[in-house]
Nanobody, 127 residues
């Protein structure tokens, strides 16, 4: 059973930065493709923010390109999301997700593609 745990959420001023982390007991990052999603209270679906595959290839949503950076430290088995130049509209619950590295992802920023999820960490950005 894969259990993911996010940390690093909190409050920030617009223009500020936060770094989210994701890992879990026994979780080996090199065995998974991973992504960050977010869901604002008014939204019905989770928005794909960024993803990274086993080759290190990354992809970002247009809303965060140039401001957010996804990375993974395989030695620590930890996924990160560095968030800079935060905006009020970045306020949401942020989730990490993982899919087996052998799984082909038709749309790597679609929530339905991922099998394992954390409980989420709240990010609140104020003006």
């Amino acid at each position: 059973q894969v259990r993911l745990v996010e940390s690093g959420g909190g409050s920030a001023q617009a223009g500020g930065s936060l770094t989210l982390s994701c890992g879990g007991p026994g979780f080996v990052t090199s065995n998974y493709k991973m992504a960050w999603f977010r869901q604002a209270p008014a939204e019905k679906e989770r928005e794909g923010v960024a993803r990274i595959d086993d080759t290190g290839y990354t992809r970002y949503s247009e809303n965060v390109t140039g401001r957010f950076t996804i990375s993974v430290d395989h030695a620590k088995n930890t996924l990160y999301l560095q968030m800079n130049s935060l905006k009020v509209e970045d306020t949401a619950m942020y989730y990490c997700a993982a899919a087996p590295v052998t799984q082909w992802l038709r749309n790597s920023l679609a929530a339905s593609e991922y099998d394992y999820w954390g409980q989420g960490t709240q990010v609140t950005v104020s003006s």
